[in-house]
């Protein structure tokens, strides 16, 4: 039987923290129960999560695109982001140490890592964070 990407991803985080798999777990089920966002999971040796704004135009054409990408990273124990919000805009949420990607075409405006203190205990913050990255997909 073949694996989904999602089972395979939730797999290579198997030795992770249980509050680190339960932060992404959270992301997961609260946005994968919306019509407005798409849940995908790579299917990589990095593994991400991808979170995708989904719309209709007013001329009724679909649209997509990513407003965040979350990876677990073993070796610090983080959670490394990339979305649209800018480092200003996460300083303003409470999040601090997010920076301005390093690649010139990236289309997301920053990164973050969540050390133990984010993930174990501010996966809701972090959430309404995402909430207000994907605000700035389609305006």
Known sequence: ??????EKFFERI?????????????????FRQRNDVDVRFTNTNVADMRLW???????????????????WQPKI???FART???????AYLGFEGAEKPKAEKEPQN??????????RYGALPFI?????????VHV
């Open 1 to 6: 039987m073949d694996q989904s990407a999602r």
């Open 14 to 30: 198997e030795a992770a923290p249980l509050a680190a798999r339960g932060f992404f777990e959270s992301v997961d089920e609260h």
């Open 53 to 71: 704004a989904v719309w209709e135009t007013d001329g009724g054409k679909h649209r997509e695109q990513i407003f965040a990408t979350l990876t």
């Open 77 to 79: 124990l983080a959670v």
């Open 84 to 90: 649209k919000l800018t480092p200003e805009e996460f």
């Open 110 to 119: 920053s990164d973050i890592r969540l050390f133990e203190e984010d993930w």
């Open 128 to 136: 309404r964070a995402l909430e207000a990255s994907k605000i700035k």
